[in-house]
């Protein structure tokens, strides 16, 4: 009997797919990849419960069989791709509440129910989640831990470890485990094992079930825009902000190059150009959150703190509510266009490293020239705040890319491991919330030395086999990244 045929007699005939046209679309995610680079899996699972990825999986390890875990497979760096084939679990089958906790504000989920799914079921009891990507809309639970993504709300809320409680995983064995504090906000008990699932890329198991902190849904929110003339100036702002004690929810600089695709799309909306000034170097959005009184007095506050920085303030509310709407809904209204090319053409990819704060306008430099050395039309860098209350970013060095073409998708390959390289040299790290994949595999001793080696124990003892989404993190003989 085929594994196929006893994964079909596990998990019954209509959570197995094997027909190629359906596998097809398991076959790629969002990163830049050609279309002859796609590598569909030999068969796709459709799980409702534990018990099937379960089943699955003490299967594959029986018969040595890849596994890889996947949800929306809108990760930009390859992460869910099954490159060695074999069985992909879809979790988007595995979407159910299981429990909304109201009175200790807390959700118990299935790890394939997208970040929105989540936020509608607490909606009605005046909670949420604030751990919202701006691809929430299809990003997983399961995911948002595997990637240890961004949060639009970081600086306020921080990353998916500061709302997750507990998660439920299957090993690369089969067995069952439940890692965390249950529904304790913190532990000192045991090792930090559900840490560890943070960022692994189901590369230790599939994450089945979680247990997430919630929050009072905030009364109002204003968001606004402030131009700088240096990049530095609007991290120096920030800092003067938290030093003031405001309590910032939402803080995204982009660059200028950035910032043309906004005031792009305004002049074609308007047939005017924004009151942008042509010094503008950079630009900050920033949103206070809570009852009306505290985010007008903190809003009144942060505007008088900005003429120390010589920022100006966004004058459009257009502007300011489509650069929101872009981000929190990633809905392009009131500019419903694309810019500066159609999608289909060329699509973005990006480098996802982390530097010190005090080293981002030198960085950011570095990227321009990057980009430019190797032929790549910039999109620009966002540089997210992503540590609870304190400076700490996360960043994004975008560049289109035409996927169509296979020398220009080799070119941001190099730009992607040059810039990972760099932000070794820099003293930070190569990956923010995109995790390593395949792409920075090969730099991974680079940036973690000698315990690199303890990484790969912890692997060995969650995954013997190592048949959980190989190729990823740590490669495999014969491997090419
Ligand atoms: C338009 C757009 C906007 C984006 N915005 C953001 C953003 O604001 N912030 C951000 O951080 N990222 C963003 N991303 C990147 C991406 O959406 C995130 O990384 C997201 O977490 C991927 O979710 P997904 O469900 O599509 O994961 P997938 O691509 O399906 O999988 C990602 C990784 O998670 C693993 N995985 C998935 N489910 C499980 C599971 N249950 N158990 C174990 N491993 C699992 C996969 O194997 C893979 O390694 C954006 C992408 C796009 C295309």
Redesign the pocket.
């Known amino acids: 009997m085929s594994y196929i045929d006893e994964l079909i007699g596990a998990v019954g005939k209509e959570k197995v797919l094997t027909d190629p046209a359906e596998l097809f679309v398991y076959g790629t ?2 990163s830049p990849r050609t279309p002859t680079e796609f590598n569909p899996p030999d068969v796709v699972v459709l799980p409702r419960t534990t018990r099937d990825v379960q089943r699955t999986i003490k299967i594959a390890f029986e018969h040595d069989i890849p596994v ?14 099954p490159i060695h084939g074999g069985i992909y ?1 879809d ?2 089958t ?1 979407n159910s509440v299981v429990e909304v906790d109201s009175k200790n504000q807390t959700i118990r989920v299935q ?2 129910a ?1 970040l929105q799914e989540v936020n509608d079921a607490v909606h009605p009891y005046d909670l949420w989640l604030p751990h ?5 809309w ?15 709300f970081g600086v306020r809320y921080g990353k998916i470890l500061n709302c997750l409680l507990s998660a439920e ?1 299957v090993t690369g064995t089969g067995e069952v485990l439940e890692l965390g504090h249950r529904k304790a906000h913190f532990t000192s008990s045991g090792y930090k094992l559900m840490h560890l ?1 943070a960022g ?9 079930e979680a247990t997430l902190k919630l929050e009072p849904i905030p009364e109002t929110r204003r968001v606004d825009m402030l131009v700088f003339p240096r990049l530095g100036a609007a991290v120096d702002y920030l800092s003067r902000l938290l030093k003031a004690g405001l309590c910032i929810e939402a803080a995204h600089i982009n660059c200028k190059h950035r910032l043309k695709f906004y005031t792009h799309s305004y002049k074609q909306k308007f047939g005017k150009d924004p009151t942008i000034p042509a010094w503008a170097e950079a630009l900050l959005a920033i949103s206070f959150a809570g009852d009306k009184k505290v985010v007008d007095f903190q809003r009144e506050q942060a505007i008088e703190l900005s003429k120390e920085f010589e920022a100006q303030l966004v004058e459009e509310r257009e502007l300011v509510e489509s650069w929101w709407a872009s ?1 929190y809904t ?1 809905e392009f209204e009131p500019f419903k266009q694309k810019w500066p090319d159609s999608q289909t053409k060329k699509k973005f990819g990006a480098a ?1 490293p982390g530097i010190p704060v005090g080293r981002l306008e030198e960085f950011y430099h570095k990227f321009i020239q990057t980009a430019e050395k190797h032929r790549l039309e910039i999109l620009g860098m966002n540089a ?1 705040l992503e540590h609870p209350n304190s400076i700490g970013f ?1 960043l ?1 060095c975008a560049v289109f890319v035409d996927y169509r073409s296979k020398e220009e998708v080799k070119r941001f390959r190099e730009y992607h491991d040059e810039l990972s390289k760099m932000a070794i040299a820099f003293e930070g790290t190569m990956s ?4 390593d ?1 395949y792409q920075k595999a090969p730099y991974l001793e680079l940036e973690h030395g000698a315990s690199l080696r303890y990484m790969k124990e912890i692997k060995r003892l969650f995954d013997p086999k190592e048949i ?2 190989p190729g ?1 993190k740590f490669l495999r003989r014969g491997d090419s990244p």
């Open positions: 995610d969002w890889t875990a996947g949800g929306g497979l809108t990760g930009m760096l390859g992460g869910a791709v679990i979790t988007t595995m790890a394939g997208t919202q990507p701006e691809s929430k299809v990003s997983t639970v399961g995911s948002a831990i595997a990637c240890d993504n961004d949060s639009t995983m699932l692994s890329e189901g590369t230790l198991g599939v994450v089945t981000k990633l996802d997210y996360s994004s923010t919330f995109m995790s994949t959980m989404n990823k």
